[in-house]
């Protein structure tokens, strides 16, 4: 049998932050600002799931409901959550793209392409195989 004391927190190896360049707009010296990505935890990621979770009728049903997540809503802010570089909160940045929010701010920053790519790269910092895109259209079919 295996020891137990492997699972204990001071045991466990931390997640690293991971640096990459989501934009090659944004140069300094001739080269891309690398950006850094963290992990969160499962209880923060619930938490930004059930706020981006409403309940909606059943039809045909009184008084039932199901649970409905907004899916590019909850990416959106997974995305911002995990950014610690650049500070999407600071009111300079915020204010130079007339925007309020750290995940407006993200969608304000990034071309379409970037921001999906930023995207699946954070949720791949955050353990997810699957890609909550991949999964939402694969649950479309």
């Known amino acids: 049998m295996s020891n137990l004391s492997a699972f204990l927190s001071q045991n466990a190896l931390k997640v690293e932050n991971e640096k990459y360049v989501a934009s090659k707009r944004f140069?300094?010296?001739?080269?891309?600002?690398?950006?850094?990505?963290?992990?969160?935890?499962?209880?923060?990621?619930?938490?930004?799931?059930?706020?981006?979770?409403?309940?909606?009728?059943?039809?045909?049903?009184?008084?039932q409901f199901v649970p409905e997540t907004d899916y590019p809503k909850y990416l959106g802010k997974l995305a911002?959550?995990?950014?610690?570089?650049?500070?999407?909160n600071d009111a300079e940045l915020q204010n130079s793209y007339g925007v309020m929010g750290d995940d407006s701010m993200l969608k304000k920053m990034l071309n379409p392409g970037e921001y999906a790519d930023y995207l699946t790269k954070v949720?791949?910092?955050?353990?997810?195989?699957?890609?909550?895109?991949?999964?939402?259209?694969?649950?479309k079919n």
Do not use: H, Y
């Open 27 to 63: 140069v300094e010296d001739g080269k891309p600002i690398e950006w850094e990505i963290c992990a969160i935890t499962s209880e923060e990621d619930e938490a930004l799931r059930k706020s981006c979770t409403r309940r909606v009728p059943v039809p045909g049903k009184k008084n």
């Open 80 to 88: 911002a959550k995990c950014t610690v570089f650049p500070n999407l």
């Open 123 to 139: 949720q791949e910092v955050n353990g997810f195989e699957i890609t909550m895109e991949d999964a939402v259209e694969e649950a």
